[in-house]
């Protein structure tokens, strides 16, 4: 399409925030860039359908009169950018309850074998079976091709002395991306296709890390958090403030997962703290809820 300036035209087919951001900067000074920075994100929003791989195509001028509460989603990378925070690490944890609960340690051993070979895990890695009166597990930990540290646990846990009794048998598999810096839908994706090949509903959450040089101010870092759920419509649900540690959560029209929590309705966490040791503020977004400690 033609995207019409002042003084050009300028022909491209996609428009991504991270374009936008430097040029932005540059024309308004940095004075004002946060706040045209959120108001231009606040319009995309409003015209631009949006996909998990992140901002979309435009589609034409008529997008401009598309309701914003049309179902659309953002994606956690462009909420990191908008923040101005650098990528430390992107964590995907995912788990299912086995349809048929098991006090096999050999089907356990099976599954975390499907994994293993599922999500590439090659060279040496740590594989570990504990086996006790009222538990069976199977942990596997190591890197795949893409240097992705993966960590398989399948376990089964005796439940007689519950109400429903028993054994209850799950599936974790947790991604922790570094280096290649996968984007979330792609690694969710990749997530989704391994428990649908083993026939488990599983339940995911996203964990995007960032960080920033120095100490903010407990100020500065409410300003963040707030500006993050202001930009994409969130209702705060409940947070925690104190002197050296911020962390909220809400809910979003602009993404799909939702959890609830104290009777509300969560599907974004964000959280701040500073490491002295480190000298940088850590930015923790979670979809719908942080996964990691933090």
Not at 7 to 19: G, N, S, V
Not at 78 to 91: C, H, T
Not at 160 to 176: F, L, R, T
Request: charged letters at 25%.
């Amino acid at each position: 399409m033609e995207y019409t300036t002042g003084i050009q035209i300028i022909k491209m087919e996609t428009i991504e925030l991270y374009y936008i951001i430097p040029i932005l900067e540059r024309v308004v000074g940095r004075m004002f860039f946060k706040k045209a920075l959120l108001a231009t994100i606040i319009i995309c929003l409003a015209i631009l359908p949006i996909s998990v791989q992140g901002w979309a195509g435009w589609s034409g001028l008529q997008n401009e009169e598309r309701n914003i509460s049309e179902k659309r989603t953002v994606s956690i990378d462009d909420l990191m950018a908008y923040a101005g925070f650098q990528r430390e690490y992107l964590n995907i944890n995912t788990w299912a309850r086995l349809e048929e609960d098991c006090a096999s340690i050999r089907v356990l051993e099976s599954l975390a074998d499907k994994a293993l070979e599922f999500f590439g895990i090659t060279g040496d890695y740590d594989h570990i079976i504990n086996q006790g009166k009222n538990i069976k597990q199977v942990n596997v930990r190591g890197v795949n091709e893409k240097n992705q540290v993966v960590s398989i646990i399948c376990h089964s846990v005796d439940t007689s002395g519950s109400k429903n009794g028993g054994w209850e048998s799950y599936i974790v598999v947790d991604i922790v991306d570094r280096f290649q810096k996968a984007g979330e839908s792609g690694a969710k994706s990749r997530m989704e296709a391994f428990f649908n090949a083993i026939g488990l509903n599983a339940r995911i959450t996203t964990t995007l890390v960032g960080s920033i040089k120095g100490q903010l101010k407990r100020e500065d870092m409410e300003d963040i958090c707030s500006d993050l759920f202001a930009c994409i419509q969130a209702d705060k649900a409940e947070g925690i403030i104190d002197e050296e540690f911020i962390s909220i959560s809400g809910y979003s029209p602009f993404i799909d997962e939702c959890i609830t929590s104290g009777g509300s309705n969560v599907n974004i966490q964000a959280a701040m703290r500073y490491n002295s040791y480190k000298d940088k503020t850590y930015l923790w977004i979670g979809i719908p809820i942080i996964s990691i400690e933090y």
